[in-house]
């Protein structure tokens, strides 16, 4: 009992009591352990949803395009706050260009979760490239391709108003957004060029856009997505770009849309 | 051996990706809150397992922040496991390299027992809350957010689990606050 009592009236010195214990109990598994133990569970994990359903879900792989939208809707979305001028002629690049070429990586830490490579034309033909799968989207024709293994290909006309996945909420709440770019102090390396950075925040991604100071063309694209996830984009504008990127290979055959 | 996971159903395509992809990113930090609260990795594997399933069988919706989600998750399902321990289990230290010798080695592995058979003595909701705030690093908005409650409220039983670990690991120890064999 006089312990009790001790112990009540004692002063509260607990957390420095406690650091030692606390860091003996996070230090006794080694890092290796852990991530041995992450590969393995991550390696049960279910495949994504493939080839059965293809047709029905042919807008569900829409991601891509939604990075791609996202790149291209910085020229329209952001109004210019700091460095206005010349951030007004950053937006000029998005708006105005020939083609423009891709390629974004989201990671989470050091893995990464997705690769994505797109192609697009003014006119609004993209083409798409993600984990092997291709996509192209004539917007001459206003329709959907899709490569498909064993020189197959699905086509869908663009008529039916496509599915918003609800992951792209943060794409929409951009596309709603007026914001304010901040012109960085630090400048970057990026492809040899002494790169002028803007800093574009909304609630839900942060974003950070690297230009040639000179040009003002767009370079890299850096963005911090919901889910601890980190976007890079790396931006290729005017580019020689083959007309064969959006057309279906020879030897490719039709094959009829799943709508099960 | 663990099987792989089930496909689950009943979920739209866009939850099921959205789970997918928070999980390849974040199994690891499952594992290590698990871990530091177990201490043994394949008792943290078991949990990340158990969490695993758990959300493929029912994805949750609307989730705002999916490392402190799953954080919480994990921290949860291991605090539960510790509980029902029956005698603490043995801690992996045999598997690092960190230079200790093997006094100072028994000795960490004394303090990480103490502080876990002490943890395991507190209602689960303390022991989830103080897992959370030492080893699962969450800053106390996202536990208040976590748990349900007001940031501050979140400070006060912080506050007092500390004291009631520190009583309990003296008391396992013998010492009196002052430091002194009893």
């Known amino acids: 009992m006089s312990t009790n009592h001790q112990m009540h009236e004692m002063k509260d010195n607990s957390e420095e009591f406690l650091a030692p214990f606390i860091d003996a109990a996070r230090e006794d598994v080694s890092a290796d352990a852990y991530s041995d133990a ?5 390696s049960r994990l279910p495949e994504p ?22 790149v ?27 083609n423009v070429h891709v390629t974004t990586t989201i990671s989470a830490g050091d893995s990464v979760v997705v690769n994505v490579e797109v192609w697009a034309l003014a006119n609004g033909t993209v083409r798409i490239e993600q984990s092997g799968m ?13 490569l498909l293994p064993g020189q197959k290909y699905f086509e869908q006309p663009l008529s039916a108003k496509p599915e918003q996945p609800q992951a792209l ?27 002028q950075g803007y800093q574009l925040q909304t609630d ?57 | 051996m663990y099987k792989r996971f089930a496909i ?22 499952i594992l290590s809150c698990a871990g530091r609260v177990l201490g043994n990795i394949a008792d943290a594997e078991d949990v990340a397992q158990d969490v695993v399933e758990s959300l493929l069988r029912k994805p949750p919706r609307e989730v705002r922040h999916w490392p402190a989600f799953l954080k919480t998750m994990a921290c949860n399902r291991a605090i539960d496991k510790l509980r029902k321990r029956k005698k603490l289990v043995e ?41 959370l705030c030492y080893f699962a690093d969450l800053s106390h908005a996202n536990i208040a957010s976590q748990l349900d409650m007001q940031e501050n409220a979140v400070t006060v039983a912080l506050h007092r689990i500390r004291k009631l670990l520190a009583e309990d690991i003296r008391l396992q120890l013998g010492q009196t606050d002052s430091g002194v064999d009893k």
């Open chain 2, 91 to 131: 801690p992996d230290t045999e598997l690092r390299s960190d230079g200790l010798q093997p006094d100072e080695r028994a000795e960490q592995a004394e303090r990480a027992g103490a502080l876990r058979a002490a943890i395991a003595s507190l209602g689960s909701r303390n022991a989830t809350l103080f897992s």
């Open chain 2, 8 to 29: 689950w159903r009943n979920s739209s395509s866009q939850q099921k990706t959205e789970l997918l992809s928070a999980l390849q990113a974040h199994t690891g930090l």
């Open chain 1, 169 to 195: 909420d943060w794409f929409e709440d951009i596309r709603e957004f007026q914001g304010e770019a901040t012109l960085l102090q630090d400048s970057r390396l990026v492809s040899g060029i002494n790169a």
């Open chain 1, 38 to 42: 992450a590969d393995r569970v991550r």
């Open chain 1, 72 to 98: 291209l809707l910085v020229g329209q979305t952001f109004m210019p706050g700091n460095g206005s001028t010349a951030f007004a002629a950053v937006q000029k690049w998005f708006r105005d260009f020939q």
């Open chain 1, 49 to 70: 949803e493939t080839s059965t359903r293809q047709g029905k879900s042919v807008f569900r792989f829409g991601a891509a395009a939604a990075m791609l939208a996202l």
């Open chain 1, 204 to 260: 839900d991604v942060d974003l950070t856009l690297w230009t040639d100071p000179v040009s003002h063309r767009p370079l890299l694209l850096e963005g911090a997505l919901p889910g601890g996830l980190q976007m890079i984009s790396t931006l290729d504008f005017d580019t020689d770009m083959q007309a064969k990127l959006f057309e279906i290979p020879q030897g490719y055959q039709l094959i009829e849309a799943d709508q099960g």
């Open chain 1, 134 to 146: 291709v996509q192209i989207l004539d917007g001459s024709a206003a329709t959907f391709y899709m």
